[in-house]
RNA sequence: GGGCGAUUAGCUCAGUUGGUUAGAGCGCCACGUUGACAUCGUGGAGGUCACAGAUUCGAGUUCUGUAUCGCCCA
């Protein structure tokens, strides 16, 4: 037994175990198994960096789902794998590329360029499942998927070809957020608004031929001059007069319920307003007069006449109360060009400069044409006020540059009907969302049924699937379309063709576009359809088209594979709440689509981690935490423990980090200061170390600090309790012998311990159901280290050098261990698995009441089922009163600072039913509390010398004779202490029950308690006082 | 502007349907180490439950409002 040493050492351990794991296939599931399934989809991490806590925390609470579910005897898949991420990965391949080699995407073409972000992906593919395996998760690794491999590409172009068949994949020109350093549109969801100073313009447009009496200019104003170079029109308000009345009455209405301060300011508004209409009601009437009449306005610097159109976006409180209108660069303006049906006219090229529509201003870059068109402006005399104002500008949050609404060629996806599909399976709870506020934002986000727009002008990803020629006729067409029937006859259920109309023509005619979709990726298919003039759309799809796949791609849809039949639908996603409608809610529709049913049954959001300035964890702010750090300190058992113990129902836990010093171990707080610095001194031992940043050689040579938090050390501490715990059982198993046991005949304490686990399973199982992890975790935790440790190994240990118990002993602390170990094995696995394999020496049959044969892995080993036959809750409440004086006994020691060797005399009075059943259990109280008891019963009196506490809850007073340890001064205080805790508490309770509507209101039973309760304490009160003269006269 | 959430001990967090004196871990103080464990044991100090109202015999818990912080959407 020597040979066990006294911590566990996970970094030898952990990989011994993952092996003897994998060698025995424990995580593999078998499609063709007479179990019943469970099954979960890993959320795929992005191959664009590395995992930090926030993965370990989502990863560590599937794998004890997951875990749970095998031993539970479910046939068990969790699918494994990762995401191409399109835009993020390319963006950080690019950014390497231009920070190392000072070159594009463009000079390297987009063969070379796919290659090295294959290459990417390949190392930081390795590097996340390294970081998984490492923390234990038990995937089954023979199916690794990702989403650009051929099985998801397959699905992903199965599922286009079935959408455009449908008619539900279009093409339209639409305002995209169009990053001009990437050259690629990003999704609402890649853009963040930042606040910047900027300017806002005032400047006139001549009116054409005005009618006397009618204003020669108009006035507008705009933050962005250079786009007025696109504008198409000149909006203003259809009924000026009303509108104003309407945003007067708002006003008025705030007034009404507004405090003296609001209501100075509201004042203020409505005066302003008032101005307003007098000053510029009357022009605006007019200026909508002359919309009405048709008549145009002259665009400087382009010379272009335009509309004066009436259109409610232009607001009569704002401005000069017109605006102009530019369809193709701003969104508000694009809606109103739809509305009025104005021309919509692109002024950009796709990087960002002018094109040939800006005139005189072609080629030149934003920033440079908007101040050349403001002095041109200036030249003509029409240029009025420029005012500083905050602009909010939205920036793509890939390439951290300026957004420009941009209007292009783009595929979409028809939210409607799917999205409808979706809602209606929340709605329904066919798919249940947890916690349920969560259902809230995933409706309102569906319920928008926004077309979702697929299309990425990017090289990494899925190449749209569609191949076209423009510009025909309608006979071409006609012929071509013919062309490619006797194709699609050549090739079944591989083609679908569409004709489109396409764009206008020198001679105005409408030309026409034909689209054909090609289902599989066939070489032969696409050179035939190739052959005919058609090419492949250069764009690849929006990376969360193939995630939306994701629980039947990765199955081997559109396949009927035995998995798709076995683990379809899957039972549980855990996940982060930032993507549940971008990704959760587009693979219940998918999946609907697809297969028919929801790819899930429950969804689980899990908090966030911030760090201790509660901000979110990210490498680029320097406060990222790699799980591998925290293990290679911790261990990974204190890393899953640690964070499932974080996991409860309120959202987001702070978790302050640190930089461990590579030289003396000392943890140092990070600081806003400090995670920014490539190198520093440690504040201990003064040696210099490395961070994330070191960029110079001088730096890069330090040795460098991980990043860590000492939060796991608790977790860690638990993990060696349980350890020693279980090498304490196992020093004591010799000569163990597999015995039925007689529940009801075995003493009271391993009754309790029964009762105990017989409790804690049925609340861990509730726990962990409900996904109550935190709750999971703290209950094991007490229960380990409070109950089992505390009071059962302890209780333990005479018996188990009692020859007439020691039998006995063994088999139920053998119980009660491998009962432990089960539970924990989830939260756990490593150190539970290390530990089931040592006892399995001793004890290879064991179990009460029944001993039956273990198998070689706690893992595969079946999760404990709650035996109520167990559970009595009177041996609970005894085993409780025995707890309790064990408590007072050492209360008592400690304030007379009474050596632990030294034994107590000590005398319990308690009823003659509590003497009957702690009578036995006497020998403990030398074990637990260093007492030993001399008289036990009703009849039991105080000592000569009586230290004395009572427990009124339960009817027990505890007196421990202090002859040879009295120090007068110590028990006076701990007296007077007692005696003001108990004055105190009877001045409550006699105020209260002299509340006479406390008394006749409250039930009676609640008043009935207060009466007994105050009682009790009065008695308390009487014998410390009379213990306390006792004292004061040996003074 | 709309929605969601948070605010409890120095720090990080629990607190089930309203009912004794609001809990844990870390940190702090005191004492303790020849045996399972100092990654430990025993005891202790430490809280106006953000603020203001309301409901109630009784509010950390229910309702309304305010403040501060965070996230999502526009």
Redesign the pocket.
């Known amino acids: 037994m ?1 040979e066990i040493p ?3 050492e996970h970094a030898e351990e952990a990989d011994k175990i993952a092996q003897a794991w994998t060698d025995a296939k424990c995580s593999h599931a078998d499609p063709e198994s007479s179990k019943p399934p469970f099954s979960v989809v890993i959320p795929p991490p992005n191959v664009t960096g590395a995992l930090h806590l926030g993965h370990g925390l989502n990863n560590t609470l599937q794998d004890i789902v997951v875990r749970r579910k095998r031993m539970q005897g479910f046939e068990t898949l969790w699918m494994p794998g990762t995401d191409h991420a399109g835009i993020a990965t390319q963006a950080v391949v690019e950014r390497r590329l231009k920070e190392q080699e000072n070159k594009t995407r463009h000079d390297l073409g987009r063969e070379a360029l796919v290659d090295r972000i294959w290459q990417w992906k390949d190392q930081y593919e390795e590097r996340i499942i390294g970081q998984l395996k490492r923390m234990g998760t038990s995937c089954d690794w023979e199916r690794l998927r990702f989403t650009l491999d051929p099985i998801c590409a397959a699905a992903v172009r199965a599922t286009f070809f079935d959408l455009f068949g449908k008619r539900r994949i279009y093409r339209g020109k639409r305002l995209v957020n169009w990053d001009t350093f990437l050259q690629t549109a990003v999704s ?2 890649e853009v963040f ?1 930042q606040t910047k100073k900027g300017h806002f313009y005032h400047f006139r447009y001549p009116v054409i031929d005005p009618k006397p009496g009618e204003p020669e200019f108009v006035t507008i104003a705009t933050t962005r001059p250079e786009t007025m170079l696109g504008d198409t029109a000149v909006a203003v308000h259809p009924d000026p007069a009303a509108a104003l009345d309407a945003v007067e009455a708002g006003l008025r209405e705030k007034l009404s319920d507004a405090n003296e301060k609001e209501a100075a300011d509201l004042n203020k508004q409505i005066e302003a307003l008032q101005k307003r209409r007098e000053e510029r009601l009357p022009e605006l009437i007019q200026l909508r007069d002359m919309a009405a009449d048709g008549r145009k306005l002259m665009l400087p610097l382009v010379d272009r006449e335009i509309d004066l159109v009436a259109d409610e976006w232009a607001k009569p409180e704002m401005g000069s109360g017109c605006v102009k209108i530019t369809p193709a660069h701003d969104p508000n303006d694009y809606e109103v060009g739809i509305r009025q049906d104005l021309p919509m006219i692109n002024i950009l090229n796709s990087d960002g400069t002018l094109n040939g529509e800006g005139g005189p201003f072609a080629g030149l870059t934003i920033p440079k044409a908007r101040k050349a068109v403001v002095a041109a402006l200036e030249e003509l005399g029409l240029m009025g006020d420029i005012e500083d104002r905050e602009i ?1 500008l939205p920036h793509s949050d890939r390439s951290k540059t300026p957004i420009e609404p941009y209007l292009a060629d783009q595929w979409f996806v028809a939210m409607d009907e799917l999205a409808q599909s979706a809602m209606d399976a929340v709605s329904d709870e066919r798919v249940q969302i947890f916690p349920a ?2 259902r ?2 995933y409706l ?2 569906l319920s ?1 049924k ?1 077309d979702w727009p697929v299309s990425r002008q990017l090289w990494w990803g899925h190449r749209i699937p569609i191949w076209s020629v423009g510009g025909l006729s309608q006979e071409q067409a006609n012929e071509l379309s013919s062309d490619l029937e006797k194709l699609a006859e050549r090739h079944p259920d591989q083609i679908a063709q569409r004709i489109d109309s396409d764009g206008v023509d020198t001679a105005g005619e409408t030309t026409k576009a034909i689209f054909v979709c090609i289902r599989s990726e066939d070489e032969t298919v696409e050179a035939d359809v190739e052959a005919l003039g058609l090419q492949q759309d250069p764009d690849v799809l929006d990376t969360w088209f193939s995630s939306a796949l994701w629980p039947h791609s990765t199955l081997g849809w559109p396949a009927q594979t035995p998995e798709l039949a076995k683990f379809y639908p899957t039972a549980t996603l855990i996940t982060s ?2 993507i549940l ?2 990704w959760v809610a587009r693979m219940v529709l998918m999946g609907l689509n697809n297969v028919g049913e929801v790819p899930f049954s429950e969804v689980f959001i899990h ?2 981690i ?1 760090d ?1 300035l ?3 964890m990210s490498k680029s702010k320097g406060n990222g935490v790699d799980p591998i750090d925290v293990i290679d300190k911790f261990g990974p058992d204190a890393l899953r423990f640690g964070l499932a ?2 996991a ?9 980090v640190q930089y461990e010093c590579p030289s003396c171990e000392k943890l140092i707080d990070q600081t806003k200061k400090n995670r920014a610095l490539p190198s520093m001194d440690c504040p201990a031992c003064g040696k210099p170390f490395s961070t994330q940043w070191a960029e110079t050689e001088e730096d890069k040579s330090l040795p460098k600090a991980a990043v860590v938090s ?2 796991f ?2 977790a ?6 349980l350890w ?5 059982v196992m ?1 004591n198993l010799d000569g163990f012998e597999p015995t039925s046991l007689d529940v009801a005949s075995l003493p009271i304490e391993d009754r309790w311990l029964l009762s105990r686990l017989s409790t804690v399973t049925q609340t861990v199982g509730d726990a962990i159901e409900r996904y ?1 992890f ?2 999971a975790a ?1 209950v094991l ?2 229960f380990a ?2 109950e089992f ?2 009071f059962y ?2 209780i333990a ?1 005479p018996r188990l050098s009692d020859d007439s118990q020691r039998q006995i002993a063994q088999n139920v602390i053998a119980h009660g261990l491998d009962q432990l170990l089960r539970l924990l094995h989830p939260i756990m696995p490593f150190v539970t698995e290390s530990v089931w394999n040592h006892l399995g020496q001793f004890a290879p049959k064991r179990g009460v009441p029944e001993p039956t044969e273990v198998g070689p892995f706690v893992m595969t080993a079946s999760f404990p089922v709650a035996d109520e036959s167990h559970h009595d809750s009177q041996i609970e409440r005894q085993f409780s009163e025995f707890q309790q004086i ?2 007072a006994i ?2 008592i ?3 007379q ?1 009474i ?3 030294e034994t107590l005399p000590a005398a319990i009075r308690c009823s003659a039913s509590s003497q009957e059943l702690l009578q036995p259990m006497t020998a403990y109280f030398e074990a637990l509390a260093g007492a030993e008891v001399q008289s036990l019963g009703p009849e039991t009196t105080a000592f000569e010398t009586d230290a004395h506490l009572a427990l009124p ?1 339960v009817d027990v007073d505890v007196h421990v004779d202090l002859e040879k340890f009295i120090d007068v001064e110590a028990e006076l205080a701990r007296l007077e ?1 007692l005696q003001g ?2 004055t ?2 009877i001045t ?2 006699q105020n ?1 029950l002299s ?1 006479e ?2 008394v ?4 009676a039973d ?1 008043v009935q ?2 009466r007994e ?1 105050l009682a009790g ?1 009065q008695t308390q009160l009487e014998a410390v006082a009379q213990d306390i003269l006792k004292l004061q006269s040996k003074k």
């Open positions: 020597s006294t911590r566990f609402d969801d608004n909010e506020r969560y809230k934002g309102d986000w928008e926004r709440r930032d409608t971008l908090p966030k911030l201790g509660g901000e979110t113990r974080l409860t129902e309120t959202q987001d836990v702070r978790m302050p000492e939060r050390e608790t860690r501490n638990f993990v060696n309790k020693n715990a279980s090498r304490f020093m109550q935190g709750e703290r935790y007490d280290w409070d440790c505390s190994v302890e240990k064990v408590a050492r209360q020691r400690a304030s600072n050596a632990p060797k809850d202490k805790q108990l105190g508490q409550g309770k209260k509340n509507s406390f006749s209101r409250a039930p609640i308690k207060e309760s304490l």
